[in-house]
């Protein structure tokens, strides 16, 4: 298997773990570096204004943040396409440029909360296979 099919398997396997709302599954693609800065919204493309929700990675603390997230949620949709993956030349690193559409339905309030346009995540080999070292918060590249 190349390292591109490695990255798509990861990439396919984070949407699989959205879609179950798996949250053993998510974690387990995160490096235990990851820090996940994220757009108050798709439209705020300069980093200025974008926040950490999650903080430095802590599989305990995000289980919980994820698992409170697909209590209260239903996901009415969940649409990713790979548009580019990118590796080294040393092999050690890639990145994926994926676009996606995740709709979320709070189960309450019947708000929707709308996950679309582009991320890059980036992912590093460690001794344990692929991980995500970091992602862009979704962002609308539409008008650009």
């Known amino acids: 298997?190349?390292?591109t099919d490695d990255i798509k398997e990861i990439v396919n396997r984070e949407t699989e773990a959205w879609n179950s709302k798996n949250v053993n599954?998510?974690?387990?693609?995160?490096h235990n570096d990851m820090v996940w800065p994220w757009p108050?919204?798709?439209?705020?493309?300069?980093?200025?204004d974008?926040?950490?929700?999650?903080?430095?990675?802590?599989?305990?603390?995000w289980k919980q943040g994820w698992q409170q997230l697909f209590d209260t949620h239903d996901l009415i949709h969940n649409h990713r396409t790979i548009k580019r993956i990118q590796v080294s030349d040393q092999q050690d690193g890639a990145f994926a440029v994926?676009?996606?559409d995740t709709l979320w339905k709070n189960k309450?309030?019947?708000?929707e909360m709308n996950w679309k346009g582009r991320t890059?995540?980036?992912y590093s080999l460690t001794n344990?296979?692929?991980?995500?070292i970091h992602q862009v918060g979704v962002l609308d590249y539409s008008n650009m």
Request: hydrophobic share 35%; glycine share 8%.
């Open 1 to 3: 298997m190349s390292v």
């Open 25 to 30: 599954q998510l974690i387990s693609i995160f």
């Open 40 to 48: 108050p919204t798709e439209k705020h493309h300069n980093p200025i």
């Open 50 to 61: 974008w926040g950490l929700v999650q903080g430095k990675f802590n599989a305990e603390r």
């Open 98 to 100: 994926v676009d996606i």
């Open 108 to 111: 309450k309030t019947g708000e």
């Open 120 to 122: 890059c995540k980036t």
């Open 128 to 132: 344990e296979g692929w991980k995500m």
